[in-house]
């Protein structure tokens, strides 16, 4: 994994980047989204909106849903812990849960899908 500071809307954050075989991951406050380039004229993805994955890798300490759990936007469902700092990830929209990847004491790597809402 490396690192990269990067400027967004006027502001200058630090974001993580790790390469895989079909591009690369760019992970940032909570979020990571693929670039490759057939996704490259897409702004979110299709699935962004389904697929909460790991901004970097990391442990999971806390997994705080369950399949078939019906979640509000915001809510936190999974805690990782990453050198040394813990990253909550929320659901980006009101749904169900459909699948959890992970459990408690799992290792994630960056880009890894730990929880799918339905459609």
């Known amino acids: 994994m490396s690192w990269m500071d990067v400027e967004l809307e006027g502001k200058k954050i630090r974001v993580a980047v790790v390469r895989d075989g079909n591009g690369v991951w760019v992970g940032w406050n909570g979020m990571g989204c693929p670039v490759r380039p057939e996704l490259a004229e897409r702004s979110t993805g299709e699935s962004a909106d389904r697929e909460l994955r790991a901004p970097m890798t990391g442990k999971v300490v806390k997994v705080a849903t369950t399949a078939g759990a019906a ?46 809402l339905s459609p």
Do not use: N
Request: proline share 2%; net charge neutral.
């Open 71 to 116: 979640v509000r936007a915001g809510q936190i469902l999974v805690v990782l812990e990453a050198m040394k700092m813990e990253y909550r990830l929320v659901a980006p929209r009101d749904g169900t849960v459909v699948d959890v990847g992970c459990k408690e004491g799992d290792r994630v790597d960056l880009g890894q899908i730990v929880v799918r």
